[in-house]
């Protein structure tokens, strides 16, 4: 690529990234003008308390790259103690088992705020003792829209993303314009597809609901109430069960997802951005790509157990995160994407590019934002998931 193409290409994919953060759905509402700023100080730490002892974290395995946790020790003298979790129901299951005992920070996703809610093994934070004004407002707004109870905020954003399509580029060839939920259940791709059982459901959906063959806007209905989650559901999963033959693996995790892509036969599948795209950056033949359906879209961020005993170092964590090096350092790693103001000036070339080839033309126009889930949803979805998994 000439210099001038690729100042071009930077210069379009920065306007993306901008593009998404003002989009009009949901948690990206109040984006505003925040695309690229100047870069805060540089991120230190207060409070003496928080400058020594540990910090226990509960936290998905795969969105701490590379040097983000070594150079926090370092520049803190606080020692982190990971217990590393691939997902929501398992961190769930184990916030549940012990009360929150042994963690002082987890990643809940946004949309199970309904679920933690009634757990209750979370403490709100001080808000005084973040710096919440260095986070894209559209990112922080995600938090506050449906973590905020009694007056007190449980969860501050980590790291955006979505799900859609990832493919091997040297086994077949897809195109922005036709790339679609139901390709993944094209004749061609028999025994060549990975997924969530739970997430090729929810694209089966979203895919007739496009096409007409089942009208659920945009599978919106389906979290009225159980009545039309099941009228939903019920087609979509005899479908799945009829078509099961496509499945190559079901994955449960970011390197279960790699390996799949790499070495257990898949082609093509419904996957997470970061995994793909961190194939994507090592040079390896896969891409990602968000179909005309939408991407389905999701944040993490940070919660304080009940339990925790390490507070004032938790807070030290989440102030270093949020500061627009680090949030870009957990993006190029990740292959996800950052939350601090100021972030872009620090995502390399190559993130930039692999974000504007993931998200085409009007795809930022369509992302899915995942619906907080009332428990009766997770667990009748859960439900259906497994049948499909079983049969």
Known sequence: MSDTNKMAATAQAAETLRAARGLSRRFFLKAGAAGTVAAMGPWYVKDA???????NLLHWDDELPGEVIPDFEKKTGIRINKTPFSQNEEQI?????????????????????????????????????????R??????????????????????????????????????????????????????????????????????????DRTGRLASNRMMDSYKDEASMRRIYDPILKFAI????????????ADNTKSGLLENGVVIGQTWDGPALSLKKQGRPVSYM????????????????????????????????????????????SGYNPVAKGADAFLS?????????????????????????PSWFADLRTQYAEKFKAA
């Not at 088992?97 to 946004?110: H, N």
């Not at 969530?196 to 979203?206: A, D, M, N, Q, W």
């Not at 009829?242 to 995790?253: A, G, H, T």
């Not at 070339?349 to 889930?373: I, S």
Request: with cysteine; proline share 5%; hydrophobic share 40%.
């Open 290 to 333: 968000a179909p005309q359906e939408g991407a389905i879209a999701w944040l993490d961020g940070w919660a304080i157990t009940k339990a925790a005993r390490n507070v004032e170092q938790a807070y030290a964590w989440i102030n270093y995160i949020h500061s627009p090096e680090v949030s870009a350092k957990v993006a190029d790693g």
């Open 242 to 253: 009829e078509k099961k033959s496509q499945i190559r693996q079901f994955w449960d995790s």
């Open 49 to 55: 308390l928080s400058s020594s002892g540990t910090l």
């Open 135 to 208: 986070l894209l407002p559209a990112m922080l707004e995600g938090s506050t829209s449906v973590w905020t109870w009694g007056g007190k905020l449980y969860h501050v954003p980590h790291c955006w993303g979505s799900e859609a399509i990832s493919w091997r580029t040297d086994l077949t060839t897809l195109n922005y314009e036709t790339l679609s939920y139901g390709t993944l259940w094209d004749e061609a791709y028999r025994g060549k597809v990975q997924g969530r059982p739970h997430s090729l459901l929810l694209g089966i959906g979203l895919w007739w």
């Open 93 to 133: 299951n184990k916030l549940q088992a012990t009360g929150g005992e042994g963690f002082d920070l987890c990643q809940p996703t946004r949309d199970r705020a309904p679920q933690f809610q009634e757990l209750e093994v979370l403490a709100p934070f001080d808000t005084k003792k973040l710096q919440l004004d």
């Open 349 to 373: 070339d190559v993130a930039k590019k692999n974000f504007l080839e993931a998200y085409p033309g009007d795809a930022t126009a369509k992302l899915w934002h995942r619906v907080p889930e």
